[in-house]
């Protein structure tokens, strides 16, 4: 069975990253739920918000990703995570999610060390001079893109 996936984040976020996720994986999104802390809302009522978007994935091992260390959707999540069935990671971005998505069958701790990579991996300096982005000669014989 799959691991379920419960995004806490500051409001979008969460339902936008769960939107990504539908449309790069258009039947991806069962067991991928999203939960958007509202500001200006008490701890312990986003804490029940939170227990309950848990509940209603009713899996047996969730992966617990929320926006930022230290802010309230991650303090939040760490109410809800024991360590066993639940993992928490702090730092959610796409190509984490999207990694944690496709590994989802693996065991609990490897959904973990997957999503971590996928993680760091995603962030880069990316070049935006050439080779990657020369402007083509308007007489080139070699109309081919070549990217690394």
Do not use: W
């Amino acid at each position: 069975m799959n691991n379920g996936i419960l995004i806490i984040a500051h409001a979008p976020l969460a339902s936008a990253l769960r939107q990504c996720v539908l449309h790069v994986f258009p039947d991806g999104a069962v067991g991928v739920a999203a939960f958007d802390v509202q500001p200006n809302v008490p701890p312990e009522e986003t804490l029940a918000g939170a227990t309950q978007a848990l509940a209603l994935l009713d899996a047996p091992r969730t992966l617990v990703l929320t926006d930022m260390f230290g802010a309230t959707p991650c303090n939040v999540a760490q109410k809800l995570v024991d360590g066993v069935n639940t993992k928490l990671i702090a730092g959610v971005n796409l190509p984490m999610l999207l990694r944690a998505v496709t590994y989802r069958r693996e065991s609990l701790d490897a959904l973990v060390a997957r999503a971590l990579a996928g993680g760091t991996q995603g962030v880069m300096q990316v070049a935006t001079t050439a080779p990657q982005n020369q402007v083509r000669k308007k007489n080139d014989q070699n109309n081919h893109d070549h990217q690394q």
